[in-house]
């Protein structure tokens, strides 16, 4: 006989003929996961979605409307200021939307004197 532990009932017993995947089978029924897997299944299209706008949105772990409100607010206080330091952050938030020099020309223009 094989013993399997089976969370929540303990050990069960499988005749030595049964092999594993046949056992496997036999816990799903046994532990009633077939149901919970054809509820599941019929909400994949919901799953694949949600999991699709999350990586659009986490690819990297970073929220990019976050980043990108930050890069805009850092060039907004470079244009107010005239302070470099706030360029530099804008160009590095940038980096991480992986944003280049011909589609945003401003965040790498030369620095002019800022006129108050």
Do not use: C, W
């Not at 011909?102 to 965040?107: C, D, G, M, S, W």
Request: without cysteine.
């Amino acid at each position: 006989m094989k013993t399997v532990e089976v969370p929540g009932l303990g050990l069960v017993d499988f005749p030595d003929t049964m092999t594993e995947g046949e056992i496997q089978h036999k816990l799903a029924e046994f532990t009633r996961q077939r149901p919970t897997l054809l509820k599941l299944s019929g909400y994949f299209e919901v799953y694949l979605d949600a999991l699709n706008e999350l990586s659009e949105r986490y690819v990297t772990g970073f929220d990019f409307n976050l980043i990108a409100d930050k890069m805009l607010d850092r060039f907004n206080l470079y244009r107010r200021t005239g302070d470099e330091r706030h360029r530099e952050e804008a160009r590095r938030y940038a980096a991480l939307l992986r944003l280049d020099s011909r589609r945003f020309p401003a965040l790498y223009r030369r620095a002019r004197p800022h006129l108050l």
